[in-house]
């Protein structure tokens, strides 16, 4: 996986959040502040014009950039943390021109990590670590078992997709919807939701690219 491969990562995010901006929108009125949808659909289209006018040479480049631009970019929660996860995975890979499953398997430990350090949360919180979580053990396990890319990236999608459906009956313990307490039962969580749909773009780009 090259520079390229990151980049087309990044064209996937931006397209699919936009197209889920209002459902992702909807789930956060539902607990939350009622701008996760839009708040990602701009800030993902920040990270698409800052590849576009300035051409990463590497993968890390390019995943750094998109964190910094997230950060700078997206206000509430989201900007800062899906900021962290893509820089922590930038910071991961270094200056290596081509990455290896075994290496996106630890980049993706590093955001999960640096996720859990700025948001203080854990599974079941009802957060987007309840998607990336999975996510990451699905990864290290295909990679351990010597799976193939499409099929690693593949089994990625479906634990995010999992987690994040699995958070519907989850009281929040974190973040605006821990407000609401009980009431905050019964609705999926926004950020696990999205993130679901940023590892689905992770298994898209695959298939467009190999």
């Known amino acids: 996986m090259d520079t390229s491969f990151f980049v087309a990562w990044m064209e996937e995010i931006a397209t699919a959040v936009q197209a889920q901006r209002d459902h992702l929108t909807q789930l956060d009125a539902a607990i939350g502040d009622a701008d ?3 708040n990602l659909d701009r800030g993902f289209g ?5 590849l576009a006018d300035s051409p990463p040479e590497t993968p890390g480049s ?13 206000g509430g929660a989201s900007g800062p943390l899906y900021g962290t996860a893509f820089r922590q995975m930038g910071k991961s890979l270094g200056d290596v021109p081509d990455v290896s499953l075994a290496e996106l398997s630890t980049a993706l430990d590093a955001a999960l990590a640096g996720v859990q350090k700025l948001g203080a949360a ?3 919180d009802k957060t987007m670590v309840d998607a990336l979580a999975p996510a990451v053990r699905a990864l290290a396990q295909a990679v351990q ?4 890319p499409e099929d690693a990236l593949s089994a990625v999608a479906a634990a995010a ?6 958070t519907i009956p989850l009281q929040a313990r974190k973040g605006r919807a821990s407000y609401l307490g009980s009431r905050s039962a019964g609705h999926e969580d926004p950020g696990a939701a999205s993130t679901a749909l940023v590892l689905s773009a992770l298994r898209t780009a695959g298939f467009r690219t190999w």
């Open 36 to 38: 996760h949808g839009s």
């Open 122 to 124: 854990v599974e079941g």
């Open 46 to 50: 920040e990270v698409r014009r800052a």
């Open 161 to 166: 997709q999992e987690g994040a459906r699995a």
């Open 145 to 148: 078992e010597g799976a193939k």
């Open 62 to 74: 390019a995943l750094l950039l998109a964190g910094s631009t997230l950060i700078r970019k997206v």
